[in-house]
């Protein structure tokens, strides 16, 4: 059914361990991770676990968990500010002589932290005070090899064309937020249908894997940590995550749209051996969606075909092949928590990391399944544990499930697009719930005494009519 809500390669990371620090708060020395990175930790040992020195560089893994876990306990903005402070503190680079020698060694680090770190999550600089910070720090090294002001700006010239296209939001494609409820079936002359503009379901579901991967594009990493989290006790600042997860909510209420799409078209037409060929259409796009990897065209056309006013069309559904529908039924069934889904999402996985074509590295995930995994992570393990430490083995779980998803969804979509039907999927009016009823009712009239009633009152709010 429709959901409802939520680099550059400068520098090689080496086994080179995290700059020494004593422990803080009492804190013990626990099981390490990510080479050096303690399993829990004070926020502070976190934060110097991150900032580069002329001999340590924090490894990949350790910078995306703690980037995006940290925005629950500081804001970007003020743990940039502390990064750059201990970079200036701990390489003097506020002395009137610095020692070139060491800053050689330490700018390229330096340089590519904040280029993975504007690379993936440029929304941390849409504060001019931000970019302040990244110009201050590189224009204290920059006297000793001018390469590095050349790479800054080339840095600055990245991030802002990728804030850019960010700024272009999903928004604008979803067209109409509120379905538009038909008070009748309108005319044929004026109502197209999808099969008018798409016959081939093959062609259909490289469409939807277009608009799949083009909402996606905008969804970035900390949506995922800024939809279920509540305020840290321990920190004194307001919450930096409200209003924050509009591209993430954009991509449900797409998921809903085509739901409602999927629903619209099989009510529309007046005779049930059309309704039925628009029933096994679509069925056949969502075998082609499953094939491609995009399971979340997939569960949509098979949650649009099961709402109640598609589903209760008996006579319709009886001139309908169903053995396909029901294998794809079987496969996002969610008896064992979606275990058929995730047996077939982990060899799509498994072929992405394989590909020999960009065709094969398409992975698009039931995303209401994604949301909800993360949701009972972050409500099944607590943010810090008793001693006031951030658990930060929780947050490599959560960083590995939003890591996986980053990688699949900057995936280049290997197919033409065809600005017609992506136009229609946008655009096209769609029933709201009444409206489906009531098309679904005048299809195949009412059955029992509850369906009844309903269409009469449908008829009275709607038609006017008693």
């Known amino acids: 059914m429709p959901q409802t809500l939520s ?7 080496g086994s080179l361990g995290p700059p020494h620090t004593e422990p803080t708060d009492g804190e013990q020395a626990g099981q390490l991770l990510l080479g050096g990175a303690p399993s829990s930790a004070s926020l502070d040992t976190l934060i110097q676990h991150l900032v580069p020195t002329a001999d340590y560089y924090p490894e990949k893994a350790y910078i995306f968990t703690f980037l995006l876990s940290s925005r629950l306990f500081i804001e970007p903005q003020e743990l940039l500010a502390r990064v750059c402070h201990m970079c200036i503190e701990q390489q003097q680079l506020d002395k009137p002589v610095l020692d070139k020698a060491r800053v050689r060694k330490f700018g390229p680090k330096l340089l590519q932290l904040l280029a993975e770190w504007t690379e993936t999550f440029p929304r941390d600089f849409q504060e001019e005070s931000t970019i302040g910070h990244l110009k201050d720090v590189v224009g204290r090294i920059a006297p000793c090899d001018e390469a590095y002001r050349k790479r800054m700006h080339q840095l600055l010239q990245a991030l802002h064309q990728k804030l850019a296209a960010l700024g272009q939001g999903p928004e604008s494609l979803l067209g109409t937020d509120k379905p538009i409820s038909y008070r009748t079936k309108p005319p044929a002359s004026i109502h197209r249908e999808l099969l008018g503009i798409c016959s081939d379901p093959y062609m259909l579901a490289q469409q939807l894997t277009h608009v799949e991967l083009e909402q996606l594009r905008h969804i970035g990493p900390e949506e995922f940590v800024q939809a279920f989290v509540n305020k840290d006790p321990l920190a004194s600042t307001k919450p930096c995550f409200s209003d924050k997860t509009n591209n993430l909510e954009a991509y449900v209420k797409w998921f809903n749209r085509l739901c409602y799409l999927v629903a619209t078209e099989i009510c529309m037409p007046a005779k049930k051996k059309q309704r039925a060929q628009v029933i096994e259409f679509f069925i056949d796009v969502a075998r082609e969606c499953f094939n491609i990897g995009n399971f979340n065209s997939l569960m949509a056309i098979i949650s649009g ?46 072929r992405s990391l394989t590909a ?111």
């Open 7 to 13: 680099a550059s390669n400068m520098v090689t990371p």
């Open 305 to 350: 075909m099961n709402m109640s006013p598609v589903s209760r069309l008996k006579k319709t559904w009886a001139k309908v092949k169903t053995a396909k529908f029901f294998i794809l039924e079987h496969q996002m069934d969610p008896t064992g928590n979606f275990c058929n889904y995730r047996t077939a999402l982990r060899g799509a996985a498994h």
């Open 356 to 466: 020999h074509s960009s065709r094969e590295k398409i992975v698009i995930p039931f995303f209401s399944l994604l949301i909800k995994d993360i949701y009972f992570l972050n409500e099944g393990c607590a943010n810090r544990l008793p001693n006031g430490h951030v658990n930060f083995e929780k947050f490599l779980e959560l960083a590995k499930q939003v890591g996986e998803f980053i990688t699949w969804k900057q995936v280049e979509c290997p197919f033409e697009q065809d600005l017609s039907i992506t136009h229609y999927l946008h655009t096209a009016p769609i029933f709201s719930e009444d409206g489906l009823y009531l098309a679904s009712y005048e299809s195949e009239s009412p059955e029992n005494q509850t369906e009844k009633e309903r269409w009469k009152s449908l008829r009275s709010s709607i038609l006017g009519k008693t």
